[in-house]
């Protein structure tokens, strides 16, 4: 069954990833404003607790948020392994939008020596590694955590050796005194937010496809898709490929292309590519808010 034209005035419970001072919270929070929801919102530890929670409630009163990619780092792989297994709940891409990233060292260290652990997500330690280098010795723990958010509660006043890596609203959030602000590798570093939900967002006429599919292990296999695209004038922005965890050597891909699935030429592109694929999924059209 084909899902239903977006009516965000049915989502009761949005799903976001981290606790409260998260980056998801704030995209949470975007998406809200932006759709006016109505809803209770509740934090889940990690992206497959939340794809898992879809699956189990599989109900138009629910929606999330989620990470599919950062401009430093790149895709978020775990959105993007997940993804394709909502097709049997039929969950789509509703909109997304994308946050500014900036990162500042945060703790109750009076001096960066005393400072030997820092904590936040693999992500955000990543982002500021080489700010990390070049402020602290070899002997630095980098201690992971589930959010930057996460790592920013744990720390206490008694500790003043562990500091922790996240944003200046989360700091403050938490009354956790800021170290040093701004202290990414690259200025410009944010992140891309999507929100899922049952429903299939109209078209804007600036919109966006995300498709997902897998082919017989055959040379051109993916070339034949890639050609209907083009001869349809249909302008893609990003293509990745994740072994299918099924058998040795089969690949699901992953398109986003400019367009909506209600525009002809990719029904007619659709229409082409569907004899040539194993398992196909469109995860949502959509356009970017905020």
Do not use: W
């Not at 704030?26 to 530890?45: G, H, Q, W, Y």
């Not at 955590?145 to 996240?166: F, H, Q």
């Not at 049952?198 to 995300?210: A, M, R």
């Amino acid at each position: 069954m084909a899902p239903e034209l977006l009516d965000t005035s049915r989502i009761r419970k949005l799903l976001f990833l981290g606790p409260r001072g998260s980056y998801s919270d704030f995209a949470k929070n975007t998406f809200i404003d932006s759709f006016n929801l109505n809803c209770v919102s509740t934090n889940l530890k990690s992206i497959s607790s939340i794809i898992r929670a879809l699956k189990d409630e599989n109900s138009e009163d629910i929606a999330a948020v989620i990470p599919i990619e950062n401009s430093i780092e790149g895709i978020v792989r775990e959105t993007l392994d997940n993804l394709s297994s909502l097709k049997k709940e039929d969950f789509k891409i509703i909109a997304e939008t994308t946050m500014g990233v900036e990162h500042a060292l945060v703790g109750f260290a009076e001096h960066k020596s005393d400072i030997k652990v820092v904590r936040s997500h693999p992500q955000a330690l990543a982002q500021c590694k080489r700010y990390l280098q070049e402020n602290f010795p070899d002997s630095l723990i980098e201690e992971a955590t589930l959010s930057t958010s996460a790592g920013i509660r744990s720390l206490v006043p008694s500790d003043k050796s562990i500091a922790a890596i996240g944003s200046l609203e989360c700091a403050e959030m938490y009354h956790i005194p800021v170290i040093e602000e701004n202290i990414n590798d690259e200025t410009n570093n944010q992140t891309r937010f999507i929100l899922l939900g049952k429903f299939l967002s109209p078209q804007t006429g600036n919109d966006k496809t995300s498709i997902t599919f897998s082919t017989e292990n055959k040379a051109g296999a993916l070339s034949k898709i890639l050609t209907i695209l083009d001869a349809h004038d249909i302008n893609m922005s990003y293509i990745d490929s994740r072994p299918s965890k099924k058998e040795l050597g089969e690949y699901v891909f992953y398109i986003d292309f400019e367009g909506h699935i209600l525009d002809q030429k990719i029904k007619k592109a659709f229409e082409e590519i569907m004899p040539l694929v194993k398992m196909f999924y469109v995860i949502g059209s959509y356009h970017a808010i905020g």
